[in-house]
């Protein structure tokens, strides 16, 4: 993976794919899946939604790190059996065959599978709504994968993959922050 602009990284997630959230509890590595995201702003602050039925998120809630990943749809079986299966009784690296890569400000672990990775630190915690409040510490993208389209999760076990990109940089011009 190559390291690139964290002021940059929320145009990894303003279209809404599905992700994985990866966790280092001290001695192993986890993953998640989350749908449920949010880009907050530019920096990027990010919200997520998640809460303690969730191994990862004690252990998001403890050690205030995690990383992002968004994977291409090539691993879209891989990141529903993630999605099902609890991290305290399965190793998901090892059972869904992803490869974890040392991050450099967090100790849970980049996804070499994946797209995109953001190192986040847990900046904020709202109990109420369930909403992990993140900032984006670093940046990494993977552009040797060969498939590039992610997907986005409609809620009801159904699922829809990026499709033609249409392009209004122009028209958006004074609401694109310098150098995106
Ligand atoms: C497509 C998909 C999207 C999901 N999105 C979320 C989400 O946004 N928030 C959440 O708390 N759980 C979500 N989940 C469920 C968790 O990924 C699931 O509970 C997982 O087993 C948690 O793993 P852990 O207990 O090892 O942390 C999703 C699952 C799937 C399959």
């Not at 690139?4 to 192993?28: H, N, Q, R, W």
């Not at 609890?86 to 100790?107: E, R």
Request: net charge negative; with cysteine.
């Amino acid at each position: 993976m190559r390291e690139m602009d964290i002021g940059k990284a929320f145009t990894f997630l303003e279209s809404g794919p599905v992700t994985l959230v990866t966790t280092f509890d001290g001695k192993k590595n986890n993953i998640m899946t989350i749908s449920w995201h949010m880009i907050m702003d530019f920096s990027p602050h990010i919200a997520i939604s998640t809460g303690p039925w969730n191994t990862s998120f004690e252990v998001m809630m403890r050690t205030k790190e995690c990383v992002i990943a968004v994977p291409g749809v090539n691993l879209i079986e891989a990141v529903i059996g993630i999605g099902t299966v609890n991290g305290d009784i399965v190793d998901k690296f090892d059972k869904f065959s992803l490869t974890s890569l040392a991050a450099k400000t967090v100790k849970a672990p980049l996804i070499k599978e994946c797209l995109k990775c953001i190192e986040c630190k847990v900046i904020d915690y709202v109990e109420k709504h369930g909403l992990v409040i993140l900032s984006g510490e670093r940046a990494w993208i993977n552009e040797t994968a060969v498939e590039q389209r992610t997907f986005h999760a409609v809620g009801d076990g159904t699922f829809i993959v990026d499709g033609e990109m249409m392009e209004y940089r122009a028209m958006m011009g004074n609401r694109l922050p310098p150098g995106v």
